[in-house]
């Protein structure tokens, strides 16, 4: 089975402007996860998306937005890019158990940096 | 509310020696813990999770971590550090409420070097 994908794995961008990650989970999970990953905040839970609903998020501005589409791929968007977003983008995939989360399987993360 | 400490940011062992990464937790409800390591430039791989059934998990290349509740801890623990165990650890906290709101909270991260 394939993992978790996405793309791009860097991107450049400036200040003011947007971006949208991609990231196809692995065949069969539908529950897909957003996270930041900064030195200085470590790991941050961004947003879940669970059969094309946000089933969860995380403290994040409304810059921050995602969706998800009926084969289970995500994507998210940041608009007017700001300095401090520039960080490690994480996707991860899961199943869906009953009661909570199952195990998340990581992509390689989407590299931005912010001039 | 959940929350998840990791008590060292930084651990340094040789290599053929234990490794000890200390993990608290708290959780509201039965939590699920997790272990997962990040190698440098790498996504994150799970090592070892606990989900209410044997305390003492086994996971992945030689890792294995106790359930304590009464201690709210879940520390991961090697018998001989390798120089490929040199990456970061996160501890990870989820509760099991059986509802949509359930959260997954990481730790800040263990970084862990080995000396050879």
């Known amino acids: 089975k394939a993992g978790v994908t996405q793309t791009p794995r860097y991107l450049i961008k400036t200040r003011g402007q947007q971006v949208t990650l991609s990231c196809s989970p692995i065949?069969?999970?539908?529950?897909v996860s957003w996270y930041q990953q900064t030195p200085g905040q470590g790991l941050q839970f961004l947003f879940e998306?669970?059969?094309?609903?946000?089933?969860n998020k995380g403290n994040f501005p409304g810059r921050f937005s995602g969706r998800q589409f009926s084969n289970s791929r995500s994507e998210m968007n940041v608009s007017t890019l700001e300095l401090g977003d520039s960080a490690l983008y994480l996707c991860?995939?899961?199943?869906?158990?009953?009661?909570?989360?199952?195990?998340?399987?990581f992509g390689p993360g989407t590299r931005l940096t912010v001039l | 509310a959940q929350s998840v400490t990791q008590l060292d940011s930084h651990v340094s062992v040789s290599e053929g020696t234990p490794v000890l990464l200390r993990c608290n937790y708290s959780?509201?409800?039965?939590?699920?813990l997790f272990w997962y390591v990040q190698h440098p430039n790498k996504g994150l791989q799970l090592l070892l999770k606990?989900?209410?059934?044997?305390?003492l998990v086994k996971g992945i290349n030689g890792f294995e971590a106790e359930f304590k509740k009464s201690e709210t801890s879940f520390h991961l623990t090697k018998p001989s550090a390798h120089m490929s165990d040199a990456a970061e650890y996160f501890c990870?906290?989820?509760?099991?409420?059986?509802?949509?709101?359930?959260?997954?909270?990481f730790g800040s991260g263990t970084r862990l070097s080995i000396r050879p």
């Open positions: 991860a995939s899961s199943t869906v158990i009953a009661g909570g989360y199952n195990e998340q399987f």
């Open positions: 065949s069969g999970h539908r529950s």
């Open positions: 998306y669970f059969s094309e609903t946000q089933r």
């Open positions: 959780s509201s409800y039965s939590p699920s």
């Open positions: 606990y989900t209410s059934a044997a305390t």
């Open positions: 990870v906290v989820s509760d099991r409420r059986g509802s949509s709101a359930s959260k997954i909270i």
